[in-house]
């Protein structure tokens, strides 16, 4: 494990590199944002700076899919309650618990897009702890409700895009647990899978409505019954609201995003 003064010296060495670099001019580079990509890079230097790269390419060229923005300008899509963060509590290794209810998904009000940009507001609610920069974060797939027109969003330039993301994004592990499945899913999986890469394929664990298989990894006690647990029930409106109160945070922290399009699309 890393003294505090070793993670300095790691600190300071990426800044110094991003700052070398006209390309990062407008990327956020404050301790908090660059240990993201320290810690799931083991804290290599050179590995984090070239998923810095990676990730910042794929930004300029899907801008589209990532948030800009305060979560409360976004009300409209934030209150279709597709997505949730389970408050204070944590899977059996340590990682925040996001819950993703994709069949509450209106596809006549959300795009693909605006879908990955709800998940982008929830995210930076909490990928600034240092807790959860250490050890990842749990993702629970709710694929009840899951729809044809949802099933039209598996082009092949949206699951490019979405591996990509799913690789490239600072986490330090991002585990899927997959729950509520049915044939037009499994569909989905076929379509998906060849998409993915190896170690992405290793994350994700499918487990039905098969609760005690889930338990496994995520104790009872703080699942909601929906999930077989004994912890309370989902409370979406308590929840956004907690999005909402750190609505100014979570534009500041977003903004270097807005910048860096704009800057793109004028060059």
């Known amino acids: 494990m890393l003294s505090d003064e070793d993670i300095q010296k790691h600190l300071l060495k990426l800044q110094k590199s991003l700052k070398a670099d006209k390309k990062f001019q407008n990327f956020r580079k404050d301790d908090a944002y ?30 589209d899919w990532f948030a800009t923005g305060s979560p409360i300008e976004s009300k409209h899509l934030i209150e279709q309650n597709t997505r949730i963060i389970l408050p204070g509590v944590r899977d059996r290794d340590g990682r925040r618990i996001f819950i993703s209810k994709l069949g509450n998904i209106d596809v006549g009000q959300m795009s693909a897009e605006q879908s990955a940009r709800v998940d982008e507001f929830w995210l930076e609610l909490i990928m600034d702890e240092q807790e959860t920069q250490c050890t990842g974060l749990s993702v629970i797939l709710d694929m009840k409700g899951y729809s044809w027109r949802m099933f039209r ?115």
């Open 34 to 63: 660059l240990l993201r990509f320290l810690h799931c890079t083991d804290f290599s230097v050179h590995q984090a700076y070239r998923r810095i790269d990676d990730f910042y390419e794929l930004f300029l060229e899907y801008p």
């Open 153 to 267: 969003w598996l082009t092949p330039s949206n699951m490019r895009f979405g591996s990509k993301k799913a690789d490239l994004y600072p986490c330090k592990e991002l585990v899927y647990h997959i729950v509520n499945t049915s044939m037009l899913i499994n569909a989905s999986v076929k379509l998906v899978w060849p998409f993915l890469t190896a170690k992405l394929k290793e994350r994700f664990h499918f487990h039905f409505d098969d609760w005690e298989s889930l338990h496994k990894h995520i104790t009872p006690d703080v699942l909601p019954p929906e999930y077989g647990g004994t912890g309370p029930e989902l409370n979406f409106e308590k929840l956004n609201q907690w999005l909402y109160d750190n609505s100014e945070q979570v534009a500041e922290n977003l903004k270097h995003q807005h910048i860096s399009s704009i800057k793109h699309i004028k060059s």
